[in-house]
């Protein structure tokens, strides 16, 4: 029997409005007990003193690329990169080669998960057949092989009798829609967005109405469905606005948004850096404010990373011309300390809850929560520690971070998953 407890450390568990030094006992990969000065002859302790115990991060977004895109990523170095960002759970998106449209390609995913990943894998299924926006895919096995929300992320779904028809089928099997919110006609060959520094750039922009536009289209058809709705990386300040309106009036609405995006604006793109274009696009400091306010005050429910991993001859291209997204499993805690906590805009844990049990009731996943006999998943992270984030020392395989070298105050010190301890910072 293996028992390890993590001592001294100040356990701030929001599924239970717990907050206070405390030790936590593991047994068999369960959490045993929460209490003071716990002991056992035959434990391996881990002395937390100084530091943030938490139930296991989650990251409701993420591209692992596998199968089909390996040279980018694998389930494997995509999973280590998770734990290194303190993360113990993650749902992939369908954006694979195939396309995860069907119960095979399903479970394949979730079979290579369980031989490679050192954190747990969720995988997301299509809401259509190809990602192709016209003919639902095969939702329901997909769901008895194991997804937990459908998404086609990357090629939003312009027919609004498809997305109607998918969120029926969504509500009668109780698994969320996630929508990429983007009007493809509106944003049509932009780079950026469409502001005062792409007219100075000479880039092409996106509007932020591209993205306000379908977050209305679906909000109404939330309504008239009934369906779990989420929306995917939330950039745009009116469209902050409309989930915050959506919430107060009952629908069953919540977002996600990323830490570049409470932490970048357009004003901050170094010019023609391919390490700067991700979609949504990095937009103007009122939609910056705007996102930092709909966190604080609760229209946001989850901080997501959007990792999207792309090899190193596709993304240092002219910007024109490169491929959309930016890695981001291993600064997220970084970030968000740095732009939420260490601002005094939020306190830990208010930050915490964004990281565990909002995200795990977004998708219905049993973590977030460090509840005797719940599995033993949990983060361990500081507040103060500085620390250098180095792109080349990554575990994933791409290196697309606008991040890279940047000083970080507080960041993730120990990552364990159902027991055992899969990552461990060293300075």
């Given at each position: 029997m293996s028992r390890i407890i993590i001592k001294n450390g100040r356990v701030i568990d929001p599924s239970q409005n717990f907050d206070r030094v405390a030790d936590v006992a593991i047994q068999d990969g369960i959490v045993s007990e929460i209490g003071i000065d716990l002991s056992h002859p035959d434990s391996e302790q881990f002395d937390a003193s100084g530091l943030i115990v938490a139930p296991g991060f989650i990251d409701i977004?993420?591209?692992?690329?596998?199968?089909?895109?390996?040279?980018?990523?694998?389930?494997?170095?995509?999973?280590?990169?998770?734990?290194?960002?303190?993360f113990t759970s993650i749902?992939?998106?369908?954006?694979?080669?195939?396309?995860?449209?069907?119960?095979?390609?399903?479970?394949?995913?979730?079979?290579?998960?369980q031989r490679f990943a050192v954190v747990n894998v969720y995988p997301i299924g299509a809401i259509t057949?190809?990602?192709?926006?016209?003919?639902?895919?095969?939702?329901?096995?997909?769901?008895?092989?194991?997804?937990?929300?459908i998404s086609d992320d990357g090629k939003p779904v312009m027919n609004a009798r498809v997305v109607r028809r998918a969120m029926e089928f969504a509500r009668e099997l109780d698994i969320p829609l996630i929508e990429h919110c983007e009007d493809l006609n509106l944003s049509a060959g932009g780079d950026m967005h469409e502001g005062i520094v792409s007219t100075r750039l000479g880039l092409r922009g996106i509007p932020r109405s591209s993205e306000d536009v379908m977050v209305a289209r679906d909000l109404i058809l939330t309504e008239v469905?009934?369906?779990?709705?989420?929306?995917?990386?939330?950039?745009?300040?009116?469209?902050v606005k409309m989930v915050a309106w959506a919430k107060a009036h009952?629908?069953?609405?919540?977002?996600?948004?990323t830490p570049h995006h409470f932490v970048l604006s357009d004003c901050n793109i170094r010019p023609y850096d391919s390490n700067y274009k991700m979609k949504p696009p990095l937009r103007e400091n009122r939609d910056v404010k705007a996102i930092v306010d709909g966190l604080v005050d609760g229209t946001i429910d989850a901080i997501a990373t959007d990792h999207a991993p792309h090899a190193g001859a596709e993304k240092m291209q002219e910007f024109e011309r490169c491929p959309f997204g930016i890695i981001g499993l291993e600064t997220a805690l970084g970030l968000a300390l740095e732009q939420l906590y260490h601002t005094n805009?939020?306190?830990?844990?208010?930050?915490?809850?964004?990281?565990?049990?909002?995200?795990?009731?977004?998708?219905?996943?049993e973590r977030g929560t460090l509840r005797p006999g719940s599995i033993a998943d949990v983060t361990i992270f500081g507040v103060?520690?500085?620390?250098?984030?180095?792109?080349?020392?990554?575990?994933?395989?791409?290196?697309?971070?606008?991040?890279?070298?940047?000083?970080?105050?507080?960041?993730?010190?120990?990552?364990?998953?159902?027991?055992?301890?899969?990552?461990?910072?060293?300075?």
């Amino acid at each position: 029997m293996s028992r390890i407890i993590i001592k001294n450390g100040r356990v701030i568990d929001p599924s239970q409005n717990f907050d206070r030094v405390a030790d936590v006992a593991i047994q068999d990969g369960i959490v045993s007990e929460i209490g003071i000065d716990l002991s056992h002859p035959d434990s391996e302790q881990f002395d937390a003193s100084g530091l943030i115990v938490a139930p296991g991060f989650i990251d409701i977004h993420v591209h692992l690329r596998e199968p089909g895109f390996e040279h980018a990523e694998t389930i494997e170095t995509g999973s280590r990169a998770a734990a290194a960002g303190g993360f113990t759970s993650i749902c992939c998106m369908p954006n694979t080669l195939p396309i995860n449209d069907n119960a095979t390609v399903t479970s394949y995913i979730r079979d290579r998960a369980q031989r490679f990943a050192v954190v747990n894998v969720y995988p997301i299924g299509a809401i259509t057949k190809h990602s192709a926006g016209e003919e639902l895919a095969a939702i329901a096995s997909m769901k008895q092989a194991g997804i937990v929300a459908i998404s086609d992320d990357g090629k939003p779904v312009m027919n609004a009798r498809v997305v109607r028809r998918a969120m029926e089928f969504a509500r009668e099997l109780d698994i969320p829609l996630i929508e990429h919110c983007e009007d493809l006609n509106l944003s049509a060959g932009g780079d950026m967005h469409e502001g005062i520094v792409s007219t100075r750039l000479g880039l092409r922009g996106i509007p932020r109405s591209s993205e306000d536009v379908m977050v209305a289209r679906d909000l109404i058809l939330t309504e008239v469905t009934g369906c779990r709705y989420h929306v995917a990386h939330l950039s745009s300040a009116y469209s902050v606005k409309m989930v915050a309106w959506a919430k107060a009036h009952g629908l069953k609405v919540s977002a996600e948004t990323t830490p570049h995006h409470f932490v970048l604006s357009d004003c901050n793109i170094r010019p023609y850096d391919s390490n700067y274009k991700m979609k949504p696009p990095l937009r103007e400091n009122r939609d910056v404010k705007a996102i930092v306010d709909g966190l604080v005050d609760g229209t946001i429910d989850a901080i997501a990373t959007d990792h999207a991993p792309h090899a190193g001859a596709e993304k240092m291209q002219e910007f024109e011309r490169c491929p959309f997204g930016i890695i981001g499993l291993e600064t997220a805690l970084g970030l968000a300390l740095e732009q939420l906590y260490h601002t005094n805009r939020i306190s830990l844990p208010e930050l915490v809850k964004l990281f565990t049990n909002r995200p795990a009731q977004v998708v219905s996943l049993e973590r977030g929560t460090l509840r005797p006999g719940s599995i033993a998943d949990v983060t361990i992270f500081g507040v103060d520690h500085e620390w250098t984030y180095d792109v080349n020392r990554s575990p994933s395989k791409s290196r697309n971070s606008p991040f890279n070298g940047k000083r970080f105050r507080g960041g993730p010190i120990a990552t364990i998953v159902a027991g055992r301890v899969v990552w461990r910072y060293e300075s």
